[in-house]
């Protein structure tokens, strides 16, 4: 399912710390080696590094790699050199701050993220930045997205496999003539998707498109908000589909969304990448790199490339 590829035996946190210094040293930095090093690490043999480098040479890795790289490749790296809870609670941090304007990233963390992914998640982000993530997303929202939001990231859900067919059914109804009623930001329709099990939705949404005739997210279609409700569904009933699409629309607009493509490419690498991979395949017959490849360049595009797995 990961694309990161780790050489078996790995060096050393030491010898990676003594290579990235040398890396580090004389005219220029020496980026093929940092990415020879850092690209190739999983999560907990980047935080060894980190440890070794400091300890070796009293000098934060952070701090010496932002004085030596920059740009959209200087982002993917520190994107990717965290533990992924601190990266996604720095990544939450960033999108609460911006509100409405990045409230994907919040959906995705919320229903992406098991409850105790979400857990972890939260608890980082009031140990980092001595504040609670709902109350950052309130602060930074008003409305029906405020309603959403915060109700995504409150909830701690049940995890287990177990669905009420019954429930299923009733809450199918429940949506539809909210739906039908144009109620959008519905009390039930922001119940529904924050307190039920991943599975006990997705068994919702199967019974919504098997009595109404049409996928949900089918006649969810309009404004921002309307879209927030689709994301969430999106993420929760297929999320691997749901990050090619991000991929998908990060890559073919005009410029390239790279804030999208990074994010979905460093915070997948050691999750489920390859598997997004053969969806984005499938359904643009061209392959995830040679598409980034296309769209990049530099530095960025050789890290970026080594995460996916090339």
Same mark, same amino acid.
Request: aromatic fraction near 8%; charged fraction near 30%; proline fraction near 2%.
């Given at each position: 399912?990961? %694309?990161?590829?780790?050489? #078996? ?22 980026? /093929?080696?940092?990415?020879? $090093? ?7 043999? @980047?935080?060894? +590094?980190? &440890? ?5 040479? /009293? ?5 010496? &790699? ?5 740009? *959209?490749?200087?982002? =993917? ?26 409230y994907r990233v919040i959906v995705e963390i919320a229903c992406v993220s098991s409850p105790a992914e979400l ?7 009031? =140990? @980092? ?6 109350? *950052?997303?309130?602060?930074?929202? %008003?409305?029906?997205? @405020?309603?959403?939001? $915060? ?5 701690? !859900?049940?995890?287990? =496999?177990? +669905? ?8 199918? /109804? ?8 144009? =109620? ?10 924050? %307190? @039920? ?6 068994? #919702? ?12 997210? /089918? ?13 969430? +569904? ?24 790279? *804030? ?16 997004? !991979?053969?969806i984005y395949h499938k359904r643009n017959n061209v392959t995830l790199d040679h598409a980034v490849a296309k ?12 995460? +996916?797995?090339?």
């Open positions: 399912m990961a %694309t990161l590829s780790v050489p #078996t035996p790995a060096p050393t946190a030491v010898e990676d710390a003594e290579k990235l210094k040398k890396a580090f040293q004389g005219w220029g930095t020496d980026e /093929k080696a940092v990415i020879s $090093v850092l690209a190739h690490r999983d999560a907990t043999q @980047r935080k060894q +590094i980190r &440890l070794a480098y400091e300890d070796l040479y /009293k000098e934060d890795l952070l701090k010496r &790699l932002e004085s030596e790289i920059s740009g *959209d490749f200087e982002k =993917a790296v520190f994107r990717w050199i965290f533990d992924p809870i601190e990266r996604q609670a720095i990544l939450a941090n960033v999108a609460a701050k911006k509100g409405i304007e990045d857990l972890a998640v939260k608890q980082a982000y009031h =140990a @980092r930045f001595k504040r609670s993530l709902e109350e *950052d997303v309130a602060s930074h929202t %008003t409305g029906d997205f @405020r309603k959403l939001l $915060v109700a995504l990231v409150s909830t701690y !859900k049940y995890d287990g =496999a177990e +669905i009420d067919t019954k429930l299923a059914s009733s809450e199918a /109804k429940i949506l539809h003539n909210a739906i039908v009623e144009k =109620a959008f930001n519905h009390d039930e329709i922001i119940r529904i998707l924050s %307190t @039920r099990s991943r599975a006990q939705l997705i068994a #919702t949404f199967n019974c919504y498109k098997d009595e109404f005739g049409a996928s949900i997210n /089918k006649v969810l279609s309009g404004d921002e908000f309307l879209s927030a409700l689709r994301s969430a +569904i999106r993420c929760i009933n297929s999320p691997q589909k749901y990050f090619e699409k991000i991929l998908r629309n990060a890559l073919n607009k005009p410029g390239t969304d790279k *804030d999208g493509l990074t994010r979905v490419i460093v915070t997948h690498a050691e999750k489920d990448l390859k598997v997004i !991979k053969e769209e990049t360049s530099g530095d960025y595009k050789a890290f970026l490339l080594a995460l +996916i797995g090339n």
